[in-house]
Structure formats: C-alpha cells, structure tokens
C-alpha cells in the first residue's frame, strides 16, 4: 500500500525532503505565501535549512532535473527548484493551470492571470525566467485547440529531450510531475472523443487525462529501452493525493476523497519499476526491499527519497533521524 498526504502540496513537500509533511508543510498554501517574521520557515512549501533529494543527487554525481507541477514553494530564488539542487526545470509553480492558455488558475498580477511556466538551464540566469517561447498563441483555449500545445504534452516533450541529450555513461536523476489529473482536468480532444461512450462529462474527463498519462509514460519509458537506458533505470510512479471523487474519480471500494484522511483521500495508486528493480521485487516475491527501519518501501511518500538515496548508496549513515525531522545526513 502507498500513503501519502491528502492534498497535494504536502506530499510534494515530503517527497522533496524526504520527511513526512507534519515536519515539512501540512498547508496546501499558495506558492508566494510567507510570514516575514519568521525567516526559516515562514514560506510556503518547504522551509529553506531543509536538505532536498535532488542536492544529495547532485553531490552523488547525478545530472538533475524537475519537470511539471512543482507546489513546494517559490516565494524565493531559494525555494524554486534551482534553489533546491536541480541542475535543470521547466515547471509550474501554483496548484492548477489552464492546459491550452497556461494560466495559474489562483494567481494574479494586478488582475491579470499569471501564465504558470517557468525554465532553468544553463542558457538562463538563476534562478531561471518565464518559459515565454513555450507559450500558446492567446487564441488558444479549451475550445480551441487546433495548432495549440497540451501544456502537459510541454512537460512530456522536455522529458523526452533530456533523456534524448543525456550521455547514457553518467548518472541523471529526473523528477516529472504531470498536472494533467488534477483540476481543471481538460484533456486533448482527441482523448476525449475517444471516449464518447461515457455519458458523465466529469468521469470521461478524468479517464481521458488519466489514458494520456497512461501513454505518455509508455512512451517514455520506450525512449529509455530505446536509448539502452532503461536496464539501469529505477522508475517510481505515485499520485499525490487520493482521487477527487467530484472531479470525476472513482475511489472505490476506499472511502472519501481528496483532502480528507480516509484511505480514499491518502491511499493511492504506486508502483516501482525499471531494470535497475531487484526481479525478486519486481515480481512481488519478496518484501525485502525496504528502509532501514525495516518499514515496507510501499509505505509513505516521504520513504522514497531516504530508499533512493540508500540504494543508489549516495550516503551510508542511517536515514531514520532525517526522516523523523532530525538533522540532514552528511
């Protein structure tokens, strides 16, 4: 079983950090939020003295990069992915974003809506700017969609392009977050036609988001197979949160939805794969790939950074202090 925060923005927070959300952010605040009193940890996401996963990549010799919806903060350089280890970013800072105009559905600049995509590469100053020339035309629109770029098939494309350039004889580390299954839940048209037969317009929105990640990982994960990469690849899938049941999810038979404690709002669909996988594990066969607290890895969201961590032998001090809100591992 996975567990993981019922909002998005502190299970994102947990899984960056590597420490579960009650020692990290258990508010799902906007982005720019901040407590000038408070200097360390008065900002939304995660407070600044904290360790992330993709610093301790990178100090392993791991090229990094963070991909899709970010939700761990921003309200400074220092929160941004830049500011948090990751070499490289094509992101959206807020909860939710239009998927054809790209605008930040909670965020404004004196009445005008933010349009939601930022970079960070070697091209752009720290900590990165506006992504302007991945922009849609203003024309563009959920009813109007002809020449028009999914927002989600914009992450997808800098997926693929970093695989694509990486030198398969060095290690890389990419951290993708698609948005596409949380609201506004607008998928292509061609998904959704595909689904016509669903009559509940809210059921066959979700399935068809939910069918574009389905192939949209798959092709991916083809391009990793492709490039001679995958063999030695650890891939983790997990949702953030449970499925909103008035956005068109089916969590049954688990109770409630997203942003309540139930098992539907915090138990959520995971999987581990990739040829780096032991075959004992990969086939279920035994549970011995675990933390060294000896808790199942299919667990908690916050496990994953100390298990990647400890497998990929980037440190070699025990990870339960860390993840229990203790000091950083050297």
Known sequence: RMYVHSMCSPTRSAIQSGRAPVNVNVLNARFYGHNPRDPIGGFAGIPRNMTGMAELMHRGGYSTHYVGKWDAGGATPEHTPAGRGYDTSLLMFNHASDAWTFAASDAKCDSVPIIDLFEMNDQTPFPGQPARQRQNS???????????????????????????????????????????????????????????????????????????????????????????????????????????????????????????????????????????????????????????????LWRASLRWTPVMIKRLQLVSSPMTPWTSGGPCPP
Not at 261 to 270: C, E, L, M, T, Y
């Open 138 to 296: 203003r024309s563009c629109s959920k009813q109007f969609q002809g020449g028009c770029m999914y927002k989600d098939n914009v992450f997808a494309e800098e997926v693929h392009q970093i695989i694509q350039r990486h030198n398969s004889s060095s290690p890389f580390f990419i951290c993708w977050a698609p948005q596409a299954a949380h609201e506004p839940l607008q998928a292509p048209k061609e998904h959704l036609s595909a689904l016509h037969f669903i009559r509940f317009s809210k059921r066959r929105n979700y399935i068809a988001v939910v069918n574009w990640l389905d192939a949209t990982i798959g092709n991916i994960t083809r391009l990793l197979e492709d490039r001679g990469m995958y063999e030695n690849t650890l891939i983790i899938f997990s949702s953030d949160n449970g499925g909103d049941v008035m956005g068109g999810a089916n969590n049954y038979p688990l109770r409630d939805t997203k942003k309540n404690n139930f098992d539907g709002g915090i138990r959520v669909p995971a999987f581990v794969s990739g040829g780096f996988l032991p075959v004992d594990a990969a086939l279920g066969i035994t549970a011995s790939w675990q933390v060294g607290t000896g808790m199942p």
